[in-house]
């Protein structure tokens, strides 16, 4: 069974940065694809960045050139590091992982994101 956790929420001004991190039971060099998607109160689930086994890496446009996807693979995490945030990236942030395309997705339990004056 595979547990994702996150960490690294909390409340920020706009502007400012923080990291997530999403930390696997299992090795992430299995994983296919993990990814950063995130939820805000009554809108859907959407994907925010991707990173492939290969160090490839997506991202929604709306955070181009503001989020980082990246991962260590001797720490079996990933981080999404967010700078400049704005009111509209505030959201419970989730981890997912693959081990092949279309397969099974695992979930992390979330971490929540705020961003207020």
């Known amino acids: 069974q595979v547990h994702l956790v996150e960490s690294g929420g909390g409340l920020v001004q706009p502007g400012g940065s923080l990291r997530l991190s999403c930390a696997s039971s299992?090795?992430?060099?299995?994983?296919?694809?993990m990814n950063w998607y995130r939820q805000a109160p009554g809108t859907q689930r959407e994907l925010v960045a991707t990173?492939?086994?290969?160090?490839?890496?997506n991202y929604q446009d709306s955070v181009k050139g503001r989020f980082t996807i990246s991962r260590d693979d001797a720490k079996n995490t990933i981080y999404l590091q967010t700078n400049n945030l704005k009111p509209e990236d505030a959201a419970v942030y989730y981890c997912?992982?693959?081990?092949?395309?279309?397969?099974?997705?695992?979930w992390g339990q979330g971490t929540q994101v705020t961003v207020s004056s």
């Open positions: 299992e090795t992430i060099f299995s994983f296919y694809v």
């Open positions: 997912n992982a693959r081990y092949k395309p279309f397969s099974v997705d695992y």
């Open positions: 990173i492939y086994r290969t160090g490839s890496a």
